[in-house]
């Protein structure tokens, strides 16, 4: 029996195979297309498609633990739900899904409401799982390092109520974590949300000091205009996308993303090592620039 890992290719599915195989776990990365990307020894590649039913029946048959991610999209509440459907029918009881900080307080946010409505369901079948809550991505910034170090705006509306932004690293440490505990233990364990946030409160105008310092010039931030942001956005990608990401970042400057008190101390505890900083993550991606 192994653990099959959704969403294998991206950001946090791939560290969560790497973190896995290292720990010497039995893998398997679902991937829709074969051979995209190169895992390490021993993981074995399921190849299907969360919206492709029988592809998933096979890929959930022989699966003891199950990592559920799922990509922002227009259907991902389908995706999400039907594969846990499919994963109860199998028998699957050890499950670790990946939701989003105050997917509840953010109601207007469509992939926020979306990985609401996952929760609901995890919460009211009382399907054994923990639900992890990360707080806005650190690598998230690659997007727009090109125009922070080609312009010296920081372009990210993300105001000034304070982000919690975490490193993806430590997501997926935090993901492996719960995945070897759910798998190695002899019976399926309670249902535990966890929120994973990252060590300091930061604000547009921290965030650019931050890479001012990195760069060893000015970057100013770029302000709370979140239509020109929206604009921004929509140059690059699907307007429906745009148009979401410029309601999660209006409700950011509103609501802020911070975790429950002591929530930061209580991931650092859980991985036994101090969780890294934004700045830290900014002098790394400048380096690699």
Do not use: C
Not at 41 to 56: H, N, Q, R, W, Y
Not at 162 to 182: H, S, T
Not at 224 to 246: I, T
């Amino acid at each position: 029996m192994s653990i099959l890992v959704m969403g294998a290719t991206g950001t946090i599915g791939s560290l969560v195979v790497q973190g896995l195989a290292a720990a010497g776990a039995e893998v398997s990365a679902f991937v829709r297309t074969p051979g995209k990307q190169r895992f390490p020894a021993g993981v074995k590649e399921v190849v299907g498609d969360l919206t492709d039913v029988p592809s998933l029946r096979a890929a959930l048959s022989p699966v003891r633990t199950l990592f559920l991610l799922n990509a922002v999209t227009p259907d991902e509440v389908t995706q999400a739900l039907v594969a846990l459907n499919l994963a109860r029918e199998a028998g699957i009881e050890r499950i670790v899904y990946l939701s989003v900080i105050h997917a509840d307080k953010f109601t207007n946010v469509p992939h926020f409401t979306g990985k609401h409505t996952v929760e609901r369901m995890i919460e009211s079948l009382d399907i054994p799982a923990t639900i992890l809550r990360p707080a806005y991505f650190m690598q998230n910034e690659r997007m727009v390092q090109q125009v922070i170090q080609g312009h010296g705006v920081y372009p990210m509306p993300i105001g000034s109520t304070g982000v919690a932004m975490i490193d993806a690293r430590d997501i997926a440490d935090a993901a492996v974590a719960e995945l070897l505990r759910r798998d190695r233990a002899p019976a399926p364990s309670p249902r535990v949300t966890l929120e994973l946030v990252g060590p300091e409160l930061l604000t547009g105008a921290s965030v650019a000091k931050a890479w001012s310092a990195a760069l060893g010039r000015e970057v100013a931030y770029g302000g709370d205009d979140v239509a020109a942001f929206e604009g921004q956005m929509a140059a690059l990608g699907p307007s429906w996308l745009a148009y979401d990401m410029r309601l999660m970042m209006a409700g950011i400057q509103k609501f802020g993303m911070h975790g429950a008190d002591g929530a930061a101390d209580r991931l650092q505890a859980m991985l036994g090592r101090p969780l890294r900083r934004y700045a830290d993550f900014v002098k790394e991606a400048v380096a690699a620039s």
